[in-house]
């Protein structure tokens, strides 16, 4: 079993990170956030996914006058990602945004950061301490690693702040390496009491971000290190969503929509096993409740292979066994696959009450 780090409890507009909270499932937006029509209805995708919580990029003053119009149009907590100019920290908290992303790689002024930190502190604003391995300070020891730079930047913002006697942080520590990422945030993990924010940045388009993702965040989680995730994909912001929905999943952390098991399929397969299996997944996509399916491909062994499935098919020529909890309980013709299969999850899902 898991035992997870404990860590601060903080408030991000009304939902709560860290503690003994769920570990959140965030993204961020794609559009130009000056395009408000465009982020709002980005926004509302979001929200019909499920992401938790949505960072928007805010460039310049034009951004940050949209943010109240976003706001208001959309239920998410929003926060507002800023780099280089800290009047748009200043200005953003004032427009009711429930969150800040400060890079201590581009904000270093003391008497800015002060500032800033003034203000979220009336607001009682949360502030994620975001270092990111491409945007860190410039340091006169050339021989110090790549890892100990990041949690030394981490550790000397953090330190800043709490300074001024704020304590409402999060932080994170990304990268592109994998080994990097971990090794860095297992270092701070030790050293602060504050709610992590881990993720794989820049990790590519989804066939290999996914894999990059799924490794470096799911070896953190494992160790017990993580409260809110963001998987990072070069692809429309709810695809991030859904990766990191699936890596939570894959380590019995929430559950969260259907899981489906299926053979890989070979030369014993009596059907196009991969096919049905995609008609599955397509048939799966609109249902939120946690019911684990199996699709297999052999009558024999299909059964036991999935015995802990709720419910699930095992193909062989001409006919499946629809079974349940690993006992057969039905056998149907080929032309009948997909829907047979469709019918028992359905009315198991009604039986449970969750239809």
């Known amino acids: 079993m898991i035992r997870r780090r404990r860590s601060k409890l903080i408030r991000i507009g009304n939902v709560t990170i860290g503690g003994d909270a769920p570990i959140r499932v965030q993204s961020m937006t794609k559009t130009d956030t000056r395009n408000i029509k465009d982020t709002i209805r980005q926004i509302k995708e979001l929200e019909s996914c499920d992401c938790e919580i949505v960072r928007i990029a805010v460039p310049d003053t034009e951004a940050v006058a949209a943010i109240p119009k976003i706001k208001k149009a959309t239920s998410l907590p929003i926060i507002a990602d800023i780099h280089f100019d800290y009047r748009l920290a200043l200005a953003a908290l004032q427009?009711?945004?429930?969150?800040?992303?400060?890079?201590?790689?581009?904000?270093?002024?003391?008497?800015?950061?002060?500032?800033?930190?003034?203000?979220?502190?009336?607001?009682?604003?949360?502030?994620?301490?975001?270092?990111?391995?491409?945007?860190?300070?410039?340091?006169?020891?050339?021989?110090?690693?790549?890892?100990?730079?990041?949690?030394?930047?981490?550790?000397?913002?953090?330190?800043?702040?709490e300074s001024l006697d704020f304590n409402l942080i999060k932080v994170s520590l990304k990268a592109f390496?994998?080994?990097?990422?971990?090794?860095?945030?297992?270092?701070?993990?030790?050293?602060?009491?504050?709610?992590?924010?881990?993720?794989i940045t820049e990790a590519g388009l989804p066939k290999t971000g996914s894999i990059r993702s799924a490794v470096g965040t799911g070896i953190l989680l494992y160790q017990g290190i993580g409260d809110t995730i963001r998987v990072s994909l070069s692809t429309h912001p709810c695809e991030e969503v859904a990766v990191a929905y699936e890596i939570l999943k894959s380590l019995d952390i929430r559950q969260h929509g259907p899981i489906l098991l299926s053979c890989p399929s070979c030369g014993r397969a009596e059907v196009d096993i991969i096919s049905l299996a995609q008609a599955v997944e397509k048939q799966l996509s609109g249902i939120r409740e946690p019911i684990k399916v199996a699709v297999m491909g052999c009558v024999v062994n299909g059964p036991g292979e999935a015995k802990d499935a709720d419910v699930g098919i095992a193909c062989g020529r001409g006919k499946g066994a629809i079974f349940k909890k690993g006992r057969v309980v039905s056998t149907v013709t080929a032309g009948n696959f997909l829907e047979a299969l469709m019918k028992e999850i359905f009315e198991l899902i009604r039986k449970n009450g969750k239809l």
């Open 177 to 199: 390496d994998v080994p990097s990422t971990i090794a860095a945030y297992q270092m701070i993990a030790e050293r602060i009491p504050y709610p992590l924010h881990v993720g």
């Open 95 to 161: 427009t009711g945004v429930d969150g800040l992303r400060l890079n201590p790689g581009n904000i270093r002024d003391q008497e800015q950061i002060t500032r800033i930190i003034q203000s979220a502190k009336e607001r009682q604003i949360p502030i994620r301490v975001g270092v990111n391995a491409g945007s860190l300070p410039s340091i006169q020891n050339s021989n110090t690693s790549i890892i100990e730079r990041m949690v030394k930047t981490a550790l000397d913002y953090t330190k800043s702040l």
